[in-house]
């Protein structure tokens, strides 16, 4: 079976190293990045399963790793976290085609569930079955 990796993209060592750490517990390989430029590199090179991005980078914004994960052939989900609580901006991220938006720092178990969710939906097989959210 193929491993589940995790790409999580940050210009923060702490917040990678704390969510690697949450990934690891939960059986899931991280691979960390800090630049929209590494994440295009690693998109290229791996199999990647989900994305964890947060909301800015230093030479630009999950809108970028949103481009990246259409230009490959399977759309990898992406989950942008931020410390903003804001709806508007939960909406807007959602509109633009992330798959949720997450606070940063949140339960591990928030993470978690975001994270198995997007695997969930991620896969071909599950696509179907899947209803769309309300909000």
Known sequence: MASINVVIVSADQETQQALAS????????SIPASTIKETESILSQDFIS????????PD????DVLRQTTRAL????VVVFSRLADWERYLNVLKDGAF?????????GEIERV??????????????KVAPAAY
Do not use: H, M, Q, T
């Open 22 to 29: 949450l990934l690891d517990k939960s059986g899931l390989a």
């Open 50 to 57: 989900v994305i964890l991005c947060s909301e800015e980078l």
């Open 60 to 63: 630009g914004g999950f809108r």
């Open 74 to 77: 399977n759309r990898v989900p």
């Open 100 to 108: 949720d938006y997450v606070l940063y720092p949140s339960s591990s």
């Open 115 to 128: 994270v198995r969710n997007a695997l969930d939906c991620g896969r071909p097989e599950k696509a179907e």
